[in-house]
């Protein structure tokens, strides 16, 4: 043992390098940047705050924060709704259970761009009917998001979920049964606190999901109509890509977008964990 913790640093070293180039000095460079007005990293020119002033002068930025705000609470809602619930029926001593589970979770392994063009194809063939398409209304695409979102994380979720069930002690479900408690009062009384953790994990992830989500939003709708169903991270990109000058601005919105993320995902832990500490 003393010699594995003499040679240690030695076996940590290639992670930290990795760590250290990959995200560090890169994170630090995109800081320097936000202060920055430049269309390469040679050519930066120092300008001060005046990227940040900009950024909440730009409409679509306010409209893109209210609407991914939105999007992500709908999201935790549901995702976690229809997950536990799956997993409540996937617990109990039935007939197939690991294959829906396996069924259930498939979805998570299908890249974001690829479920993005699926389920344009179906939502636009619904929409057929209507003489629309899911780009028709911002309505459209952020019910169209909810919609792929749910298919994709439910099954990973459900997972953690049946995972967090299952470690619940028999006794207490029995004690509780034995004392009269209805199967309403055994899920609140019993279950859930037990499974504060799941839903910890479940909703850090989920919350943290949603804000980020990229791709999904890049295929399903491109931010059609005129931005409107744009999330934060595709106004992101569209700003420091698609609007000339506007790669300072660009990388401000990134920085706030990373600190906003941090501190919405911290907020939620501390809260959720303090239940923890009170079970």
Known sequence: MK?????????VLPTFAAFMIGFILPFIAGI?????????????????????????????????????????????ITINLFAFIIASFLTKAMKGTNLFRTVFFMPNLIGGIILGW?????????????????????VYGFWGLIVLMNWQQI???MIIYIAGIQ???????????????????????????????????????TMTNGFKLFDQNL??????????????????FETFYGRNGWEGV?????VVFCILVIAIAMVQLKATRSK???Q
């Open 276 to 278: 923890e500490v009170q």
């Open 167 to 205: 470690n619940i002690p028999g006794d207490l479900i029995e004690a509780a049964q034995i004392d009269g408690a209805s199967k309403w009062q055994t899920l609140i009384k019993v279950k859930i606190p037990m499974l504060m953790p799941s839903i910890t994990i479940c909703t850090f992830l």
């Open 250 to 254: 660009g990388q401000a919105k990134a």
């Open 155 to 157: 099954g990973y979720m």
């Open 219 to 236: 295929a399903l709708t491109g931010g059609a109509p005129s931005e409107k169903s744009q999330l934060l991270a595709l106004n992101i």
């Open 118 to 138: 699926i389920w344009q194809l179906i939502i636009n063939g619904v929409l057929l009917y209507f003489n629309r398409t899911i780009t028709y209304s911002e």
């Open 32 to 76: 320097y940047l936000s202060f920055c007005k430049f269309t390469t990293v040679q050519d930066a020119k120092f300008v001060g705050f005046s990227n940040y002033t900009k950024i909440f002068q730009d409409d679509t930025f306010v409209h893109a924060l209210w609407y991914t705000i939105l999007f992500t609470i709908v999201s935790v």
């Open 3 to 11: 010699s594995l913790k003499k040679y240690s640093p030695v076996f």
